[in-house]
């Protein structure tokens, strides 16, 4: 893929006249974009098309309803490639009590079901969103399992994995067949690499992977590869106060991400995997 001139010429923006790539990741190719009256942010990815972009541009749009995000500009496809452009965000610093009651109004937003209105299976790691009643069918069947499977596919899993695996579902089922978990908005990808702060100090979030859960799985993730402060689960805490007893849930929901990242990138996460499983 060649992110050429003929290329640019072919995006719904005023022409370009500056392209320079900069860090965003190891999933996309990321640029910044200057015409003669705007700075943008644009992603392409390689020979995956429009779809690749739809469900990011969905989570936007839901999140935007009541935190601040990038404002999406366009999105599309050009020779098979799929491109998202949002206006350029100048960063700056600001505060984490701010950033945790942002994403609490996030998950102050309810649905009766858990999961999406649609499937993500263009991605490296495919998500199954069919809405279910039931969070442990849910969680077990849509999230967990699958990418047990996927390992199975891969070589990286073995039967002490199995076995442990097998006892944390049972103990699972145990809990929640008797505690009521109600369906949030979920970022989906709440590490410290997707959120940031605007020049004006303002928390924004990045780079969603949406779906209706239990509001636990996102503030799990935060826990795993740190750059979240006391202040942000103080601020998230002000505004929808976290279940007591969540130190002992959240390994059930830290092993989802440490699942994912053993399947994309191999035995360098199985240690931290086998430190959960070891515990049931």
Known sequence: MAVDEKWLAQLPIEPVNAIQPVSGGDIN????LRTDNHHYFMKVQPARGKQFFDHEVEGLKLLGQVANTPTVVASGEINGDGYLIQDWVDIGEG??????KMVAKVHQQHRSQFGLDHDFTVGKLPKINTWQSDWITFYLNQRLKPLVELAKKNNRWNDWRQTRFESLCDQFKQYYATHKVQPSLLHGDLWAGNFMFEASGKPMLIDPDVFYGDRELDIAMTTIFGGFYKDFYDGYNAVY???AGLDERISWYQLNYLLAHLNLFGETYGPMVDRILDKY
Do not use: H, N, R
């Not at 190719?29 to 910044?32: A, I, P």
């Not at 505060?95 to 945790?100: A, P």
């Open 29 to 32: 190719d990321s640029y910044s």
């Open 95 to 100: 505060s984490q009590y701010e950033l945790g």
């Open 241 to 243: 106060p976290l279940t």
